[in-house]
């Protein structure tokens, strides 16, 4: 009798396929993986229905990579019907983990993302002001479009996950050891990141380079200067997110003499990357009056999206306020202001 | 997330400060009625916390939706324990430390000084007005100080009413 191999199934929610793209850059690897696994739903590279997976029973497959964020009933209805099917869920790349760049969305609203997408875009054409709608005729025919939602979720805020793989994409080594813990049955406990637990100032090379004492006195942006390939980003006044960013990515992007971004999401003990980031970067301004501190943090030209780049759905506020009416006026104003 | 204390809840007159429940986080404020915000207020042990106890001895008033928190120094207070309190249920935070140079750790309050302009820029990208989160110097002898800081601080927040937090629970989730 045949040993059956493990079914695997990748899938994308709100994300924009270079995690797909990684799992193609495991090159000569992944025929191994391929080998070894019984790939039964792969959109982006194979055609695979939705009943396919419907006529599988519960607890089929033995792995779902779901990559991307939740935003679309379509996206919710798939991920939880992979979770019925699966043995294992895996958080696969920044956007199913922490929220990632879909993730910055809940920063505005649904209402605001179509003007801008359907009217207001310079590139957009549309003098009848068509907006998609969920449910439309063509030619006569019934078409049903996915709902999308006010806000956008993790993977985690949707459906019970078993395991994360992090990063913007997951680097191919961190991929491959991940798939090989899995197939081996070699795993931590559930709910871990299958990544180092170390914060990446921790593993850069740089880090010689930063003094004891660092004082930022201008804050310059990646493009507005050649940084120094040699020296810490913070000690050259570039932001960079690597001290309450876990490590594992083989810092690419210091190598590249880029600063982190933070794709990897926060070190074990952090709940909330963005605000540990501010405690961090802002402890480095030379700043020691109030008009001084409020000059450096003006330089900071978007501390929501550069602190919380990939981590606002999963961030403490999660998003922005959505305007509600105003109070009524009817405020216990009796006492004076002091 | 413990019950609050009944000691906490507010009361329908203005406090009398004097003893300061040393709190933790991790409890819900409740909401009393539509028109009572809580401000959460992080006092320094070595000064504010000193100026808060010197306002209850003066017997000056104190709004009831008062939460004071200590803290051993204002420099302590990271934005995540900000953020927190925010989702925890304040509508204002007020972190008081000492003024600049008494810092009993030389420098606390100018890491905390240095660190509330940039978290407050964030908080508006997220919708959460600027009056809602404030930094202040107040030391152990400035009863009047405190009283009229917090005051002032808690009419502005009550102005703008609740802060209505989005709720994250998404409906269906298998969560």
Same mark, same amino acid.
């Given at each position: 009798m045949i040993k059956q191999k493990p079914k695997v199934a990748f899938y994308w929610c709100a994300s924009c396929g270079g995690c797909e793209e990684t799992v193609v850059d495991l090159n000569a690897a992944i025929l191994d993986v391929a080998d070894a696994v019984d790939i039964v739903l792969w959109p982006v590279a194979l055609d695979f229905k939705y009943h396919h997976i419907e006529a599988l029973k519960d607890g089929d497959i033995a792995v779902s990579f779901i990559n991307g964020a939740i935003r679309t009933n379509e996206q919710a209805h798939i991920s939880k019907l992979l979770r019925q099917k699966s043995g294992l869920v895996v958080a696969f790349g920044s956007c199913a983990h922490t929220g990632g760049i879909p993730g910055l969305a809940n920063l505005t609203s649904r209402e605001e993302i179509f003007r801008t997408s359907f009217?207001?875009?310079?590139t957009v054409v549309n003098a009848s002001g068509t907006v998609p709608q969920e449910d439309s005729l063509a030619d006569g025919m019934p078409v049903r479009l996915p709902a999308f939602w006010e806000e956008v979720h993790t993977l985690d805020q949707w459906i019970d996950v078993d395991y994360y793989i992090p990063g913007c994409p997951p680097p191919p080594a961190l991929v491959l050891s991940a798939v090989t813990a899995i197939l081996e049955g070699k795993l931590p406990e559930k709910g871990s990141v299958l990544a180092p637990a170390k914060a990446l100032c921790d593993t850069c090379?740089?880090?010689?380079?930063? +003094?004891e004492n660092t004082k930022i006195t201008k804050i310059h942006r990646p493009h507005e200067i050649i940084a120094d390939p040699e020296i810490c980003f913070l000690e050259q006044g570039i932001i960079c997110c690597g001290p309450a960013t876990r490590s594992g990515c083989g810092e690419v992007c210091i190598n590249g003499n880029m600063p982190c971004t933070g794709c990897f999401g926060p070190p074990p003990g952090v709940i909330d990357q963005g605000a540990k980031l501010i405690s961090a970067i802002s +402890?480095?301004?030379?700043?020691?009056t109030k008009e001084e501190a409020m000059e450096m943090a003006r330089q900071v030209v978007d501390p929501a999206g550069t602190f919380h780049r990939y981590t606002v759905p999963s961030s403490l506020l999660g998003c922005r306020i959505h305007k509600k009416a105003a109070m009524p006026a009817d405020g216990r104003m009796d006492r004076e202001a002091a | 997330m413990g019950a609050v204390p009944a000691s906490l809840l507010a009361p329908a007159a203005p406090l009398r400060l004097?003893?300061?429940?040393i709190t933790n986080f991790g409890w819900r404020f409740r909401r009393c009625s539509v028109t009572d915000v809580k401000l959460l207020t992080f006092v320094c042990n070595w000064c504010s916390y000193g100026g808060a106890d010197t306002a209850g001895g003066l017997k000056l008033e104190c709004p009831p939706g008062v939460r004071l928190v200590r803290v051993?120094?204002?420099?302590?207070?990271?934005a995540q324990l900000i953020l927190e309190g925010f989702r925890s249920g304040a509508d204002g935070v007020l972190v008081l430390g000492c003024h600049p140079g008494d810092c009993h750790y030389k420098e606390g309050n100018y890491v905390a000084q240095k660190r509330a302009p940039l978290l407050a820029r964030m908080l508006e990208q997220f919708g959460i007005e600027r009056e809602r989160f404030r930094i202040d110097w107040v030391s152990a002898g400035e009863g009047e100080r405190f009283s009229k800081v917090v005051n002032a601080m808690y009419d502005n927040v009550a102005r703008l009413?609740?802060?209505?937090?989005?709720?994250r629970k998404v409906e269906g989730s298998m969560r």
């Amino acid at each position: 009798m045949i040993k059956q191999k493990p079914k695997v199934a990748f899938y994308w929610c709100a994300s924009c396929g270079g995690c797909e793209e990684t799992v193609v850059d495991l090159n000569a690897a992944i025929l191994d993986v391929a080998d070894a696994v019984d790939i039964v739903l792969w959109p982006v590279a194979l055609d695979f229905k939705y009943h396919h997976i419907e006529a599988l029973k519960d607890g089929d497959i033995a792995v779902s990579f779901i990559n991307g964020a939740i935003r679309t009933n379509e996206q919710a209805h798939i991920s939880k019907l992979l979770r019925q099917k699966s043995g294992l869920v895996v958080a696969f790349g920044s956007c199913a983990h922490t929220g990632g760049i879909p993730g910055l969305a809940n920063l505005t609203s649904r209402e605001e993302i179509f003007r801008t997408s359907f009217h207001e875009s310079p590139t957009v054409v549309n003098a009848s002001g068509t907006v998609p709608q969920e449910d439309s005729l063509a030619d006569g025919m019934p078409v049903r479009l996915p709902a999308f939602w006010e806000e956008v979720h993790t993977l985690d805020q949707w459906i019970d996950v078993d395991y994360y793989i992090p990063g913007c994409p997951p680097p191919p080594a961190l991929v491959l050891s991940a798939v090989t813990a899995i197939l081996e049955g070699k795993l931590p406990e559930k709910g871990s990141v299958l990544a180092p637990a170390k914060a990446l100032c921790d593993t850069c090379p740089r880090r010689k380079t930063k +003094s004891e004492n660092t004082k930022i006195t201008k804050i310059h942006r990646p493009h507005e200067i050649i940084a120094d390939p040699e020296i810490c980003f913070l000690e050259q006044g570039i932001i960079c997110c690597g001290p309450a960013t876990r490590s594992g990515c083989g810092e690419v992007c210091i190598n590249g003499n880029m600063p982190c971004t933070g794709c990897f999401g926060p070190p074990p003990g952090v709940i909330d990357q963005g605000a540990k980031l501010i405690s961090a970067i802002s +402890s480095l301004f030379n700043a020691k009056t109030k008009e001084e501190a409020m000059e450096m943090a003006r330089q900071v030209v978007d501390p929501a999206g550069t602190f919380h780049r990939y981590t606002v759905p999963s961030s403490l506020l999660g998003c922005r306020i959505h305007k509600k009416a105003a109070m009524p006026a009817d405020g216990r104003m009796d006492r004076e202001a002091a | 997330m413990g019950a609050v204390p009944a000691s906490l809840l507010a009361p329908a007159a203005p406090l009398r400060l004097g003893i300061s429940p040393i709190t933790n986080f991790g409890w819900r404020f409740r909401r009393c009625s539509v028109t009572d915000v809580k401000l959460l207020t992080f006092v320094c042990n070595w000064c504010s916390y000193g100026g808060a106890d010197t306002a209850g001895g003066l017997k000056l008033e104190c709004p009831p939706g008062v939460r004071l928190v200590r803290v051993m120094c204002s420099g302590r207070v990271d934005a995540q324990l900000i953020l927190e309190g925010f989702r925890s249920g304040a509508d204002g935070v007020l972190v008081l430390g000492c003024h600049p140079g008494d810092c009993h750790y030389k420098e606390g309050n100018y890491v905390a000084q240095k660190r509330a302009p940039l978290l407050a820029r964030m908080l508006e990208q997220f919708g959460i007005e600027r009056e809602r989160f404030r930094i202040d110097w107040v030391s152990a002898g400035e009863g009047e100080r405190f009283s009229k800081v917090v005051n002032a601080m808690y009419d502005n927040v009550a102005r703008l009413g609740p802060l209505e937090l989005v709720d994250r629970k998404v409906e269906g989730s298998m969560r």
